[in-house]
């Protein structure tokens, strides 16, 4: 499975866009990328997935360049209630059969008013 | 809306007892997953299960064991507790194919506290 690096920690206000940039260089040709949030006392919650280029939700933005070995998960207006740790994962979404998860520690981001 | 219901929210045991950790999911998925999760350490995969009676070691398996005797519930069982292993525990589930598109469903966790 592909390792992960993202930063540990990041700050901003609310209002602002939030960028958290998670770099996959050994990611393999099969492999997606999947991003969790996780409130404190809850289980992670699936957010967002994508190949390569740009994938848009209600939530979030994943940007991946056409190398893949890197990606951008975007979070536009970041309110309050976006305060959360955020994980970055890499692998197959199971079109090919089972695979299991890694997670990392996440980026634990701090929005403030 | 429930999805994936854990048994207990918090439980406090001794050291030496037979811990029972439930988990139940009503989206007929075929894998079931334990993690743990510690500050500083992030989630950490104990088992997994992709179907009844079937049952993978993760990356933590020491100290731990499972069962899936049905399709819905996957139980963590700590054969003699121990203060290290004191955490949060999650229960996830998810389907075996195409589940990129949902990704996992998590439970709200099990803060187990051994004194």
């Known amino acids: 499975l592909a390792k992960t690096t993202q930063p540990i920690s990041m700050d901003s206000y609310e209002g602002q866009e939030v960028n958290i940039t998670c770099s996959h260089n050994n990611i393999a040709t099969n492999d997606y990328i999947t991003w969790y949030q996780q409130f404190p006392s809850q289980g992670p919650r699936f957010i967002i997935q994508g190949y390569k280029t740009k994938v848009t939700n209600e939530v979030a933005s994943l940007f991946i360049p056409a190398d893949r070995k890197s990606s951008t998960l975007s979070l536009p207006r970041v309110s309050l209630s976006d305060t959360a740790v955020y994980y970055c994962?890499?692998?197959?979404?199971?079109?090919?059969?089972?695979?299991?998860?890694?997670f990392g520690t996440g980026t634990r981001l701090l929005v403030s008013p | 809306d429930v999805k994936v219901t854990q048994s207990s929210r918090y439980l406090v045991k001794r050291t030496g007892e037979k811990v029972f950790l439930e988990c139940v999911q009503d989206m007929d998925h075929e894998n079931m997953f334990w993690y743990r999760q510690d500050p500083g350490l992030g989630l950490r995969l104990i088992y997994f299960s992709y179907d009844v009676k079937m049952k993978e070691k993760g990356d933590i398996p020491e100290g731990y064991s499972v069962s899936r005797e049905k399709k819905e519930r996957f139980s963590l069982i700590l054969e003699s507790a121990s203060t290290n292993q004191t955490s949060m525990y999650l229960c996830a589930s998810s389907p075996s194919y195409g589940w990129g598109e949902v990704g996992y469903t998590f439970g709200s966790g099990t803060r187990l506290t051994v004194v």
């Open positions: 994962l890499v692998g197959d979404i199971g079109n090919t059969g089972f695979q299991k998860l890694v």
